[in-house]
């Protein structure tokens, strides 16, 4: 029987006495191998992916809704509750769909590298840049107005005036959109590498790992921690 796990290489059958991994198992060994992997800064961009990606988010955000803030002149008047309806959803949105494009990367389930950083720059701008751009001036000019007239805000020059606003300040949206685009693919291109070192390490293919498999010839096992299959 197969002690520890490891990858099935192309074109490599399935050895008898052997099961593959699969679901909550699989990701559980995934998991521990990133944990376990030497050495351990290869594995950051997997590790934190949500770090940069939620500050770019909240960042933008912030940006995007302190330019409302002052169009509607505002000042200092529910600045606390007006961030925080506009941050935390980007934020979290950017964070949590993120996350499923590290899953991906990890299982390595999309061939098309290139098809997995334009998914990932694409939502990054959406939620981080695009998101607040739209639900900043709504939430601004509801704090604008008394509550008895908010639902004005919507009318039709309210709208054209902040449309107009924004096309007379654009830098900060579209840094706000750059920020997160290439914030998005850069990292997801880190998560590629860290991805591919992890899975060429659990396929008993790196170079360091060679000697091991010439001396121990015969035995269909992995030395290193692997993820496909085990007994």
């Known amino acids: 029987m197969m002690e520890r796990p490891r990858v099935l290489r192309p074109g490599e059958k399935l050895p008898p006495n052997c099961r593959l991994l699969l679901g909550d198992e699989l990701d559980t060994f995934l998991n521990k191998a990133i944990a376990e992997y030497k050495p351990s800064k290869d594995m950051i961009p997997l590790k934190y992916a949500a770090i940069p990606m939620g500050l770019t988010a909240g960042v933008c955000a912030f940006?995007?809704?302190?330019?409302?803030?002052?169009?509607f002149k505002l000042g200092s008047f529910a600045q606390k509750t007006c961030y925080a309806a506009v941050i935390f959803p980007a934020s979290t949105t950017s964070v949590i769909?993120?996350?499923?494009?590290?899953?991906?990367?990890?299982?390595?389930?999309t061939k098309c590298p290139v098809c997995v950083q334009t998914r990932a720059m694409s939502f990054q701008a959406l939620f981080g840049a695009l998101y607040p751009a739209i639900v900043a001036p709504i939430i601004c000019a509801s704090f604008s107005v008394p509550r008895a007239l908010a639902p004005s805000f919507l009318l039709k020059e309210n709208v054209i005036a902040i449309l107009r606003h924004m096309q007379k300040k654009p830098k900060v949206y579209i840094w706000s959109i750059l920020a997160n685009a290439v914030v998005g693919g850069v990292w997801t291109h880190l998560e590629q590498n860290a991805s591919w070192k992890l899975h060429v390490k659990l396929s008993g293919e790196h170079p360091a790992e060679k000697k091991k498999k010439q001396q121990n010839s015969g035995v269909i096992m992995s030395q290193d921690n692997g993820t496909s299959f085990t007994a």
Not at 97 to 109: F, G, P, V, W, Y
């Open 63 to 71: 940006a995007v809704t302190t330019t409302f803030r002052r169009f």
């Open 97 to 109: 769909m993120h996350s499923n494009t590290t899953k991906d990367i990890i299982h390595r389930e």
